[in-house]
């Protein structure tokens, strides 16, 4: 058989495989929204489609239509999990970002069944949402998120699920959840319904030291405090607006990412030594990490 | 393996670049058109072609005066005739076996180019949401205007459809069922007279897909058969649906004249076999 056409029915192949888990989420007014059937009873689709909470149904590619309860939602990820006891055994298998590859041919997969194809234009490690979730690889497909794509799968030519697709964590283009995150935060959601985050309780803007300042100081800038809660974890450790927090835990500060960065939910009821540079002195503080509300 | 498949898309290209040709109206803009057999039948979309003067050009650079043999603007084809028995002709696909995912190729002249491909795969097939009801190949491939009445071909280079509109960034191309249709100048299709809604049916331990009569159209072909509110349509033929676009399909190819078409129901819990005359 012609290479191409043996091609063609390898992606054919993988989408009819891929689409049995791939479900429609009525949970917004008009266009349903995409979802994938994770779990057995446990669909994931993306948080910033779902507009409600209540009288949420799945659709399925055969039909099926079951009702289905939010298990809880991380907008850090953009995630949103779902419980649908009515769904039958999902069968699908997954794919390892780590062993994808720059120009790989990938499939969104999206409701009712509808693909569009592309390749992995972009894939690096670990980052930071600009809503602050911790997500494991960073996966640009160049593939086309139609309008009900997010929360669709992301698969492999095989017709693996590489994780979930989202318009919503950044602009011009979609990008993937990788579906280790996703186990990440579907067992986070299924065990607390949060995910937990630290907490500073402090509002912050990167500033640049002069010359001087960064001299004496030993620290080129940092983030200065515009406000601190009151009673906030920071406020307690003694933190006040006008200071400059320069390094968390021996880490430099340069970017609110940093900081996002330092603020797991690991750490929280822990407590961290905060560097702050108050009326041109480098002052040290001790923060015990709340929980972000 | 990458030289064989780069030279098998650049094979591919190469024949359906032959057999598409520009279709020009008056001092209007270019569009593109499908050379059907080698005797002067081009299929093109109506729209266009809203004149009766029109003129073809082949890839090789001949022109050709065409006239508008017959058209459909509601299906959006038009059949063009040229004087010639030697045109490079397309060869022709189903649309009835597609698949969603499989790899689809364009040809056409958008933007004043000439002869451009654009690859892509199948979007998804059937109706289309703000559309009049009529089954599309949704293709996820990037078109532009000049690629109106150009051919979409699958991975042997057959053509499956005639490329018709831009809908939301997805390419809309009548399928070549339908186009077969209009030539023979048979109506669209038959038609049922039912609105349905899909179920979910237990069966023996599992489900399985029914059709919920939802409503039946008074004086269709369904209302004479004596198909009810409520039935759940299961099979055709004793072949079970898999998918809603599995009854059209059923319908689409009920064998002419009289159409009949063999249904398999629930009704009040019970199985029943219905037999629907379509064209009385």
């Known amino acids: 058989m012609a290479i191409l056409q043996e091609l063609s029915n390898d992606l054919a192949a993988a989408v009819e495989r891929a689409g049995r888990s791939v479900v429609a989420v009525n949970g917004r007014p008009r266009t349903p929204s995409s979802g994938v059937h994770w779990r057995k009873g446990v669909v994931v689709t993306t948080d910033h489609t779902l507009r409600q909470d209540e009288d949420i149904t799945i659709t399925t590619t055969v039909g099926t239509n079951v009702p289905a309860k939010v298990a809880g939602r991380d907008p850090g990820t953009d995630l949103a999990v779902l419980r649908a006891d009515g769904l039958d055994s999902p069968d699908s298998e997954f794919a390892n970002a780590a062993s994808l590859k720059l120009g790989h041919i990938v499939l969104a997969v999206g409701r009712g069944l509808s693909a569009s194809l592309g390749a992995i234009s972009s894939i690096s490690g670990e980052w930071r949402t600009w809503r602050g979730g911790a997500i494991d690889h960073f996966i640009r497909p160049d593939v086309s998120i139609y309008t009900g794509f997010s929360g669709g799968a992301l698969i492999d030519a095989h017709g693996r699920i590489v994780g979930i697709n989202t318009s919503g964590l950044s602009r ?32 912050m803007q990167p500033v640049r030291f002069a010359a001087a300042l960064a001299g004496t100081s030993g620290f080129g800038g940092g983030l200065i405090v515009l406000s601190a809660e009151a009673g906030g974890p920071a406020d307690k450790g003694g933190v006040i607006i006008g200071d400059v927090l320069v390094s968390f835990d021996g880490k430099a500060l340069s970017d609110i990412d940093d900081l996002q960065a330092s603020l797991g939910g690991d750490r929280i009821g822990k407590t961290s030594e905060l560097k702050l540079v108050r009326g041109g002195q480098v002052l040290a503080v001790n923060v015990t990490i709340g929980e972000r509300p | ?112 180019l000439t002869g451009a491909v654009a690859t892509g795969v199948i979007h998804a097939l059937g109706p289309v949401e703000g559309l009049e009801h009529q089954t599309w190949i949704q293709a996820d491939v990037r078109l532009a205007p000049g690629n109106s009445g150009g051919p979409l071909a699958d991975a042997r280079g057959r053509v499956i459809g005639v490329n018709s509109m831009i809908a939301r960034g997805l390419g809309l191309a009548v399928p070549v069922d339908s186009i077969e249709r209009f030539l023979r100048g048979e109506k669209e299709q038959p038609e049922l007279g039912v609105t349905i809604e899909p179920v979910a049916v237990p069966a023996s331990g599992r489900n399985i897909l029914g059709l919920l009569v939802a409503e039946v159209v008074p004086g269709s072909a369904a209302q004479r058969a004596g198909l009810r509110r409520g039935d759940v349509l299961v099979s055709s033929g004793r072949r079970f649906f898999e998918q809603p676009l599995d009854l059209l399909t059923a319908i689409r190819n009920s064998p002419p004249p009289s159409r009949r078409l063999e249904l398999e129901l629930l009704r009040g819990g019970k199985q029943q076999s219905v037999e629907v005359t379509l064209e009385s």
């Open chain 1, 172 to 203: 011009g283009g979609g990008v993937t959840v990788p579906a280790t995150t996703v186990n990440r935060v579907v067992d986070e959601l299924l065990q607390r319904g949060r995910v937990a985050r630290g907490y500073l309780g402090v509002g």
């Open chain 2, 1 to 112: 393996m990458n030289g064989a498949l780069a030279a098998n898309l650049a094979d591919l290209a190469e024949t359906l670049r032959r057999s598409t040709v520009k279709v020009r109206e008056g001092r209007h803009g270019i569009g593109s058109g499908v050379i059907w057999d080698s005797n002067g039948l081009i299929v093109t979309n109506s729209h266009v072609v809203q004149n009766r003067t029109v003129s073809v050009e082949t890839s090789d650079g001949r022109q050709f005066p065409a006239k508008v043999k017959a058209r459909n603007p509601q299906r959006d084809l038009a059949a063009l005739e040229v004087k010639a028995t030697d045109l490079p002709q397309t060869t022709k696909g189903h649309s009835e076996r597609l698949r969603v995912g499989e790899l689809v190729f364009a040809l056409g002249n958008p933007m004043g």
